[in-house]
C-alpha cells in the first residue's frame, strides 16, 4: 500500500525550492491550485537561493476541500507538471498553518495584524474584489459587501478582511504590502482603491485610513500559468512518479510567469531568484496577459463549449478556432496597447499556440468559461472600445460576447449542448430575468447588454449592441463556424487571412 505523503514520507530529491522555515511572513487568501503551482514554487524557489522567513500561512476562502488534506500532509502537495514531453512530478513545502477564512474570519485579521507578517497575496478571483463591473469602485449596495460595513460585523467578503486587518494593523504602525495575483487590469491600484473605499464606507478613524493610505503598498502585478482542476488520473500519476500518495495535487503547465512593480513597504522574498519579474513595464505584460492570452481563452472556450469540445487544446484543434482566435488578437487586441521594451510578439504567439494545443492539460472549456459576466468585463471593454471610438469594429470581440450569450443565457429554442450546463454564471439569473419575454436573437443580445453587467460606455454602444446580435442569430441559425467565420470575413481576417496570420506567430520558435 502507498503511504500518505507527508513530513517523513517526503522524498527529499522531489523539494521545489526550499523548505520554509517555521515563522510566516506571508499570509495568503485563496488557497486553490493557482497560488500553489504558482506565488508558492516561485517562494520556495527564491528561498532556496536568498533563505528567508518567508513561511506562509494559507485561508482557503470557504471549503477546507484543500485544507483537510493539506493539514493531513503536514501542508506539503505536490505539483505535476504537464509538460510537452510528458510529466513531472514534485513537492512543495513552504505553507506552515492553513485555515477557512469563511469559518474564522478574525483569524485572517488576526493574521493580517501580526507585525511579524510583511505581506499578503490573493487569488481569490474577479468576483472577490467586490467591485461594480459598471463603475469599477466598491459595490456598497451588494448585501454582502453592505453586511460588512455595519459596525461590529463579522466580514465575509474578501477586501472586508483586507480592510478589517488593516485596521487592526494600524496601532502598531508596521508597514505592510497586499499583493493581487488575479487577473485584474491594475490589481494592486484596483485592490487598494476597494480597501480605502471599504475604510471610508465604514466610518474607519482618519488615522486608520491615513495608514492605509501611506503605509500599506499595493504593487500592481501580472500572472500566467495554466492550471486545470484536479483529476483522480493526476493523483495516479502522482502516485506512480513519487511512490507516495498526494490527496491534493496541482496539475500545471510548464510555463509560469510573475511580473510585479517593486513595491514593498515591508520588505520580500528575493523572488527574482524564484524565477519571477520585476519591473517598471508591469501595465504592458498586464495587458499582454489579460488580452492575447485572456480575451483569447474566453473565445476558445465558448467556441469549445458550443462544438461540444470539453478541454481547451480539443477546441483549439478546430481550424476555425484558431483562425478567429489570431484574427482577433491581430486585428482586435495588438493595436489597443503598447508591448513591453524588446517583447517578441511571434515567439510569444507560438508559445501561447503550444500551450494552447497542449492535450496533457485537460484545461476544461466549461472551468475557463465559467464567471463570464465578471472576466468579460475585464478582459474585453476597453479594447472593445478603443476600436468602437476610432471608427473600427471589434467583430470578434463581438463574437466573444455572443458566444458567452449563447452559452450562459441562450435564446428561446436555442441548445448550447451539455458542456454549457457546466459553466458556473453567478449573473445567470439576473440575465435569465432580463431577456424573459425577448422576441427574437435581437431583442435578446440588447436586453443582456442592458443588464447593468458592461459599463455604459460599452453597453450603451448601439453599434456594438448590433454586432453582438447579429453575431448572436449567426450562431444561433448557423452554429458556431458560421458564426466565426462572419467575423473573420468582416474584420478582414476570413479563413485565408487568420490562417496566414496564425501560421507567421506560430512558426517562429515553434
Known sequence: MTE????????RRA?????????TGIVHLGLGNFHRAHAAVHTARAMAVAGGDWGIRGFAFSSGRVVEP???????????????????????DVHRDTGIAAEDPAAVVASLADPAHRILTLTISELGYSRDGATGRLAVDDPRVAADLRPGAAPSTGIAMIARGLEARAASGEPFT??????????GAATRTAVLEFLQAAGASPDVQDYAASAVSFPNTMVDRIVPATTA??????AELLGVEDACPVPAEDFSMWVMEDDFAGGRPAWEQGGAVFSAEVGAYEMVKLRLLNASHSLIAYLGVLTGRETIAESWNQDFVREAVMGGIRADLLPTFALPSGFDLEAHLAQLSRRWGNPLIGHATAQVGSDGSSKLVQRLTDAALH?????????HLALCVAAWIACTVPPAGFD???????????ARERLIEAVRGAAGAQD?????????????ALAGREDFAARVADLLDVLVRHGARAAAEEAGAAEGTGAAGASAGAGAGIAEGA
Not at 500518505?4 to 522524498?11: A, D, E, H, V, Y
Not at 493539506?70 to 512543495?92: F, K, N, P, W
Not at 435578446?444 to 455604459?456: E, Q, Y
Request: positive net charge; proline residues 9%; contains cysteine.
Open 444 to 456: 435578446h443580445a440588447r436586453r443582456v447588454l442592458d443588464a447593468g453587467l458592461f459599463p455604459p
Open 70 to 92: 493539506m493539514r493531513a500532509q503536514d501542508h506539503l502537495y505536490s505539483i505535476l507538471q504537464l509538460t510537452e514531453d510528458g510529466v513531472q512530478a514534485g513537492v512543495v
Open 387 to 395: 476600436s468602437l471610438e476610432r471608427g473600427g469594429m471589434p467583430h
Open 15 to 23: 523539494l521545489i525550492g526550499a523548505s520554509a522555515p517555521a515563522r
Open 233 to 238: 488520473a493526476h493523483s495516479r500519476r502522482v
Open 4 to 11: 500518505r505523503l507527508g513530513r517523513s514520507t517526503l522524498p
Open 416 to 426: 448550447p449542448g451539455p458542456l454549457a450546463e457546466r459553466i458556473a454564471e453567478p
Open 178 to 187: 497586499v499583493v493581487s495575483c488575479d487577473n485584474l487590469q491594475s490589481n
